[in-house]
Each structure stands twice: as C-alpha cells, then as structure tokens.
C-alpha cells in the first residue's frame, strides 16, 4: 500500500511556522500582516471558504478584515473597494473570493489588485514572473503541491510529472513551477488534457501525477504505473445514501485502486486541501515582508 502523504499534518507545520514568523515581525518592526477578503453574494461555498481563512488568520495572529458586499454591486464600485485597500497600509494582502456573478469580469478585477498585495498569484505580473521563472507569489494550490512533495521527500528533479488539467488555478501554474530550474523543481513535465484523444498513455508514463481534472475518481489503479506518487487536487460530490448529508467527498482519482499501485498518494479530503489555505498564510507573510 502507498504511503499517505498528511496535507493536514504538513499544513500545520506551516502555519506554526508562519505564526513564529508574525511573532517575531511584531517584536522587531511592530508590523502585523494584514489581510483583506471581499466576499461578493452570498455562494455558500465561498462564504465557508472565506471563514475558514479568516480563522487560519486569526490563529497564526494577522490582521484580517471582510468585505461582505451584496450580489448585485456594480463592478465600479468593487473596483473602487480594490482601490481603497491598495492604498491601505495596514492590509498587504487582497483576495477576492472567486466566482463573481456574471455581470462582473473577473480579470478586471483580478487585474485592478496591486500585485505586491496578490496573494492569490493570480494578477498578470505575478503570473508572467512565475513564467519566467522569477520571485513572485505564486498561486496558493500549486505552491502547496510542490510544498507537499518537498516536505515529504519526494524527489522532483529530472522526473517526469504528468499534470492532468490546464486551468489557470491549478494546472498552468502548477506545470511552470516544477519546471524551472531551482530546487524542488527541474521536472520534465507533461500537461494532458481534454485535447488528448486517450489519457491512458500519459497517465502511465508519469513518475510523479498531478490530477485536477475536475471528475469524480476517474483514475483508477490500472492506469498508473507503479511506484507513481499521485497528487491529487479533484474535490466532488458523489452521492452517497449511506452519509448523514447524502454525499461523500472524492477526488479524480481512485484512491482504493490507486493506493495498491503507487508509492505515495494524498487522500481527499486532508492532502492538498489544507494546503490552499496554510499557502494564503505563507503568501501574505511574504508580502507584509517585503514593504
């Protein structure tokens, strides 16, 4: 059986870590960092995800402020809040809790954030610097798939990642991370994706997977090669009888099937999902350093 790689355990570590950091900034420099969620409607998985970031906040000792904005805000308006926190010395951080409603583009806004306050990774200079391989903050779900295989020993250099997925959240950052030339990184690494005609071949020659492919368990066992560490980033519903609430909470891949065959794997839920959030931490501990 694969060893279990703990998302839980590996996420505490780091926020012990960032919180002995934000101890030491308040000693020295009398600095505590700031950071601001806007949270725009009231989608019940954003407003979860947004308390669950501002308790992290509160436990490693920021300064955490949310904007609860009604649904029907024009975008002007949210731009101008953008605006005001910008200019804001006391916030170093900005996240915008992603999806907006229709009638706001996301990019405009993504874009209107000032990109040493990006804490998501998500602005277009951060993302050109990570292309090209310079410092920047780097989106929270990657950064925590290559803090997870660093922290459990996973070697990367010269291996041949798969990812299976190409969305700007997971996928496209996720390849250019473990591609550049530093260490935990210098991978070959191979991007599959709804283009293939067949996964299979792909998905067998990976010596390290990544699946943020968005379906349901959809990788099993047999098409793995063994020894593969799997990473997997898919968080479905699938309905379930048996459960209090009617559903369970999978992943893309099979993980009965799939722990037979590889060397190491991340469950779902408690691998990459605790690491979202400990990286948002690590992120704005970044920015409030560098001002």
Excluded: W
Excluded at 50 to 76: N, Q, W, Y
Excluded at 173 to 200: F, M, S
Excluded at 221 to 249: A, F
């Amino acid at each position: 059986m694969a060893r279990i790689i703990d998302g839980k355990a590996i996420a505490a570590e780091i926020r012990g870590e960032v919180k002995a950091a934000v101890d030491q900034l308040r000693a020295e420099r009398n600095i505590v960092p700031g950071l601001a969620f806007i949270l725009v409607g009231e989608h019940p998985a954003s407003q979860s995800y947004v308390r669950m970031k501002g308790k992290a906040c509160d436990e490693v000792g920021f300064h955490s402020v949310t904007d609860r904005l009604p649904a029907s805000i024009t975008e002007a308006v949210l731009l101008e809040r953008i605006r005001s926190l910008n200019a804001d010395p006391s916030i170093h951080g900005i996240l915008v809790q992603l999806p907006l409603p229709g009638h706001i583009s996301e990019s405009r806004v993504i874009a209107a954030i000032d990109p040493s306050k990006d804490v998501a990774g998500f602005h277009p200079v951060n993302v050109g610097k990570l292309v090209s391989g310079e410092e920047t903050i780097r989106p929270c779900t990657p950064a925590g798939i290559q803090e997870l295989l660093v922290r459990s020993g996973v070697e990367i250099s010269g291996r041949h990642v798969v990812v299976g997925g190409r969305s700007n959240i997971v996928g496209k950052p996720i390849a250019n991370i473990l591609l550049q030339k530093q260490k935990g990184a210098n991978a070959v690494v191979t991007v599959v994706h709804t283009g293939a005609k067949d996964l299979e071949p792909y998905l067998r020659s990976a010596d390290i997977l990544i699946a943020a492919i968005g379906k349901p368990e959809v990788i099993r066992g047999e098409h793995l090669k063994p020894g593969v560490v799997v990473v997997d980033v898919g968080i479905n519903r699938v309905e379930d009888p048996s459960q209090k609430n009617g559903y369970r909470i999978v992943g893309d891949v099979h993980f009965e099937s799939a722990s037979k065959v590889a060397s190491a794997i991340t469950p779902v839920p408690g691998g990459v999902g605790p690491m979202t959030i400990a990286l948002l931490l690590k992120n704005t501990l970044q920015a409030c350093r560098a001002t």
